[in-house]
């Protein structure tokens, strides 16, 4: 049987269940990360598993996330990691070194592996031959010790790339075509494959901005094939020996096939508040651009780095402008300083924050009030800045370099009339290396005892699923509620190892009572019961989305629609996910109606959909749900960290 690159890669992995389109499978995982902002909980839950040492081939620990450090509880976590990291046998990558998918990319990343990272862009890594896929951070820390990874066999969609981009257009200007042509929803259950002619004309930091940015599209992951421009790559890390080549069989049969030609693409933009909103450029007229954030996991390769470079040579910052570059790596920073893009960057009025992820997550330079600010990250979600009234737009490094220039909203090619040559960056052919900046496990220096600030907490536990859910909706809200809706990023994600207080600003951007009233209704002996519309829980991997509700009594959500990595995170915290079997059945309910579910267990047995009786106004409907007989017993028995310790116990 001919075989694209997802089947070869899924063939060679699978350790439970059998391929076939639609069924759950358990996959192998080789590689392992996990950031700051979910490593904490992560590893407490590995923790709580009394497993000696991890049994990947290799777990990284990255901290860039909550990198600055103000109060107690940012460096507490981190030396909480730093200790686990020598104890287990983890690589610990200290703050500084840069953002985790683009450091995985440059030193660790290889052609044909699995890679499972606590966060939503590690799809980042398919960008160099890797099956790399986000998830929450209890699933990675069941794949660190040596667990299987669960997901549906996927549908595989080929994007036949052909053509080249022409000068001034970018890979960001192909990932926002192609979130134009799939939108962010009715995606799960999919991986993008990327092939044709066109890939050629692709470098590796390309292809990684394309298949970072499909996680905005809500497949499990994208890839590309590994070739002569993977192995360029990897010869330049110095990484050559780990280069195999990863190609789809000629006639490999795919479930759909999307042809996108390069040669036809324009600079674009995604409009507020989301990723999807697409516009060419020069559509959007000269909307006056208050700020320009240049950098986050999908453009801070030293590509991008050297064409903001180019392009800002002998140029200066706009006076209604604020400007800051954040490079993805340290050694993304000591390339640009060796071949003079550094200077060119600082001298015209940038400022320079670390690499870590800073603007994009909120954590960093919010913009002022009602501003425009353009954004090279992946993500624009209403406040997700740490400003809720202003607009980000999601643009090419071109794109956002001709802004800082300009003041506004500005077609790149338009600055050739300004007399800006376009610059053809060429990557090098070996960059400077430095690990310093990385602890690995043999030269750690530790004596084995984990650092435990006062804001560390263990994990919570979620009471086994009852037979009946008697519960009030606490809160009834509308279509694409992403994870910065149910819990806010920014300076609120220091208090991550501590759930208590993290739950306190559950849902605070939709509905800032939402706690208080969750607290009430808990303590009155009832569940909390969340109602939502189409593709709730996008974005963010935040395993937090779902273990801060539990911890509040959330019991069900029902939903239009779920969003894959979310709705993994409620079945692992014993959360039971619904779907409308009748999308019509949400106009019915508002939010405080008492519903309730019974004949949970024995229906679930059968596989038969669940009634749920609209208490308050005297009506019932069908809920239904996709879960397998794992996921269902993983329920039962109150999520995944006490589904593990019954199969313990009992010695399986």
Sequence with gaps: ?????????????????????????????????????????????????????????????????????????????????????????????????????????????????????????????????????????????????????????????????????????????????????????????????????????????????????????????????????????????????????????????????VDINLSELVPMAATPHSPGNISAVKDLGEINVDQVCIGSCTNSSYKDMMSVAHILK???????????????????????????????????????????????????????????????????????????????????????????????????????????????????????IDDSMFIFPEDAKGNGEIYRGPNIGDPPAAEPLKDKISGCVTLKVEDQITTDHIIPAGSKMKYRSNVPKYSEFLFEIVDPTFHDRAKEIKESGKYNIIVAGLSYGQGSSREHAALCPMYMGVKAVLAKSMERIHNANLINFGILPLNFKNELDYDGIDQADELEITEIKETLKTGKNLIVKNITKGTEFEATYDLSDRQKEILLAGGTLSFIKKKNNKGE
Excluded at 17 to 27: A, D, N, R, Y
Excluded at 318 to 347: L, Y
């Design 314 to 432: 002998g140029q200066k910052l706009h006076p209604n402008t604020s400007f800051v570059v954040a490079p993805g790596s340290k050694q993304v920073i000591e390339n640009i300083i060796k071949d003079g893009g550094f200077e060119s960057i600082v001298s015209a009025g940038a400022r320079i924050a670390e690499s870590a992820c800073g603007f994009c997550i909120g954590n960093s330079q919010s913009p002022k009030t009602e501003a425009v600010s353009l954004r090279t990250s992946n993500r624009n979600f209403y406040g997700r800045s740490g400003t809720k009234s202003a607009n980000a737009y999601l643009v090419s490094p071109e794109t956002a370099a001709a802004a800082v220039i300009t003041g506004k909203f500005t077609d790149p090619r338009d600055l050739e009339k300004m007399g800006i040559e376009y610059p053809n960056v060429k990557m090098p052919a070996k960059f400077y």
């Design 1 to 257: 049987m001919k075989k694209n690159i997802v089947e070869k890669i899924l063939s060679d992995h699978i350790i439970k269940g059998k391929s076939g389109k639609g069924t759950e499978v358990g996959i192998k995982i080789d590689q392992t990360l996990t950031q700051d902002a979910t490593g904490t909980m992560a590893y407490l839950q590995f923790e709580a598993m009394g497993v000696p040492k991890v049994k990947t081939e290799l777990s990284v620990s990255y901290v860039d996330h909550n990198t600055v450090q103000i109060g107690f509880e940012n460096a507490d976590d981190h030396k909480y990691l730093q200790s686990v990291a020598a104890k287990y046998g983890i690589v610990y990558s200290r703050a500084g070194n840069g953002i985790c998918h683009q450091v995985q990319l440059e030193r660790f990343g290889k052609p044909g592996k699995t890679l499972l990272g606590s966060d939503s862009h590690t799809p980042t890594g398919g960008g160099i031959g890797m099956m790399a896929i986000g998830a929450g951070g209890l699933d990675v820390a069941v794949a660190m010790a040596g667990g299987a990874f669960y997901l549906t066999y996927p549908k595989v969609i080929k994007i036949n790339l052909t053509g080249k981009l022409k000068p001034w257009v970018a890979a960001k200007d192909v990932i926002l075509k192609v979130l134009e042509i799939f939108t962010t929803k009715g995606n799960v259950g999919c991986v993008f494959e990327y092939g044709g002619s066109g890939i050629d004309t692709l470098s590796v930091p390309e292809r990684a901005t394309i298949t970072n940015m499909g996680a905005e599209c809500g497949v499990t992951t994208s890839i590309f094939p590994s070739d002569k421009i993977t192995k360029e790559f990897l010869k330049a890390q110095d990484r050559e020996s780990d280069w195999v080549e990863l190609i789809a069989d000629v006639d490999a049969e795919y479930d759909q096939v």
